[in-house]
């Protein structure tokens, strides 16, 4: 399996789509900070608007998407020197439409969210810089732009099974998004899911497949057949972070998926993730995710029923 379907299986994300806008002239919706666990994200689909996310600006064009995967507060607009037209929210079957009253649609935004897995997806999550916006360009045929084009059908349909074909089709867009390579037009932070550079995808791919190995930064040099200050030098411009920084995060996510998902103990997932001791691990892990693995494991975990009572006859 790639790198980038192992990082996916690991946040195990659940797309869907909030709401389809179809709006005319001038407009502003207003997105809040989302709940943990919940990354907004926008496709537009045709037309021109702008994204604020603090003192940042950024435009979109037809085949852009732009997401947020620490769930930061947002808005979506287009100025107009017009007045405002007025909008109007029409339920369907899959999703609501919302639709400028009385003029014709200059954009076709689709506005919806990844739902993460406890942890291990928020904390993957955290890593991608915030917002992170790709373009895709006009191409149509480009695999993103057809992959619009079937979601717009869907969406125009708006029958029965929508919803989940939707939904599959934002996973599928998320996995473009993350493996978007330099020649696209991405935020000037760097996507260090898309690095290029064989010797840092191989340290990546390296880790994800033996997290609890006792990794250091000579034998990924020498894995690269580069000196120790070259290597680092590479593995920071493509990633964004220190390579012992990077180390910690991915073994945090994997050890979250672990404690989410399984029997095995505290220790015993320490060894894996490579801790030598459970104490070690335990003050990583709070670090990480401002909690300790017990409380972690248990807050992830649905609460297990109540064993029914013996009737008495």
């Known amino acids: 399996m790639d790198t980038v379907s192992r990082l996916i299986r690991l946040a195990r994300p659940q797309g869907s789509v909030d709401v389809r806008c179809l709006l005319a002239g001038q407009f502003s919706l207003d997105n809040p900070a989302s709940l943990p666990g919940k990354a907004p994200f926008h496709l537009l689909l045709e037309g021109q608007c702008t994204v604020e996310y603090g003192d940042r600006t950024i435009q979109l064009r037809a085949g852009d998407v732009v997401l947020f995967p620490h769930g930061g507060a947002h808005r979506v607009l287009v100025e107009h020197s017009a007045e405002p037209i007025e909008t109007v929210e029409k339920t369907g079957v899959a999703f609501p439409t919302l639709h400028s009253h009385g003029a014709g649609a200059e954009i076709d935004l689709f506005c919806g969210h990844y739902s993460l897995a406890p942890g291990a997806g928020e904390l993957l999550f955290r890593t991608l810089p915030e917002p992170l916006h790709v373009s895709f360009g006009a191409d149509p045929d480009d695999p993103a732009r057809m992959l619009s084009t079937l979601m717009r059908r869907e969406a125009q349909a708006n029958g029965p099974g929508t919803a989940a074909i939707v939904s599959s089709l934002c996973d599928a867009l998320l996995a473009m998004v993350l493996r978007s390579s ?25 880790v994800l497949r033996q997290p609890g190995r006792n990794w250091s930064i000579a034998e990924f040099a020498d894995r690269a057949a580069m000196s120790r200050a070259t290597f680092i030098r590479h593995f920071s411009h493509a990633t964004g972070m220190a390579v012992g920084e990077f180390l910690t995060r991915l073994r945090m996510v994997i050890a979250a998926d672990m404690l989410a998902d399984g029997d095995r103990s505290v220790s015993a997932i320490a060894a894996a993730v490579g801790y030598r001791s459970e104490s070690a691990f335990g003050r990583a892990f709070r670090l990480a995710t401002a909690t300790t693995p017990a409380r972690f494991r248990a807050n992830a975990r649905p609460p297990t029923p109540p064993k029914p009572r013996p009737r008495i006859h």
Request: proline residues 4%; negative net charge; without cysteine.
């Open 182 to 206: 330099p020649g696209r037009r991405v935020s000037d932070d760097v996507l260090w899911t898309a690095a290029d550079h064989e010797a840092v995808l191989d340290v990546i791919d390296a």
